[in-house]
């Protein structure tokens, strides 16, 4: 079993910036694949980040790419998620997951292990 946490979330104005944090335990070596899904009012959960854990690879969804960092720190078994320029569109819960997957971002049934989410707000 992985156990994530997630924390970081918040209100922030359209244009700021914000810095979840993801905080992995237990049985991380089963995993090797790491990364942040959303869920915004009314749409379905869509990945947005994720970064291979063995050689450090990043995928990101293309309306956050260039916005949005992800990094992993190996001690702490943490994965952080900078997120810079936030937009409205970008208002959501947002998940930390962890599974095992080849390449690219795992739709929502590879990931094996999720936390209970972090809300980000946007205001205009």
């Known amino acids: 079993q992985v156990h994530l946490v997630e924390s970081g979330g918040g209100s922030v104005q359209a244009g700021g910036s914000l810095r979840l944090s993801c905080k992995a335990s237990?049985?991380?070596?089963?995993?090797?694949?790491m990364g942040w899904f959303r869920q915004g009012p009314g749409k379905e959960r869509e990945g947005v980040a994720v970064?291979?854990?063995?050689?450090?690879?990043?995928f990101y969804a293309h309306s956050v790419k260039d916005r949005f960092t992800i990094s992993e720190d190996n001690i702490e078994n943490t994965v952080y998620l900078q997120m810079n320029n936030l937009k409205p569109e970008d208002a959501a819960m947002y998940y930390c997951?962890?599974?095992?997957?080849?390449?690219?971002?795992?739709?929502?049934?590879?990931?094996?292990?999720w936390g209970k989410g972090t809300l980000v707000t946007i205001s205009s």
């Open positions: 237990g049985a991380t070596g089963s995993t090797n694949v």
């Open positions: 997951a962890a599974g095992f997957y080849a390449y690219g971002i795992p739709p929502d049934s590879s990931m094996d292990y």
């Open positions: 970064i291979y854990t063995g050689g450090g690879a990043t």
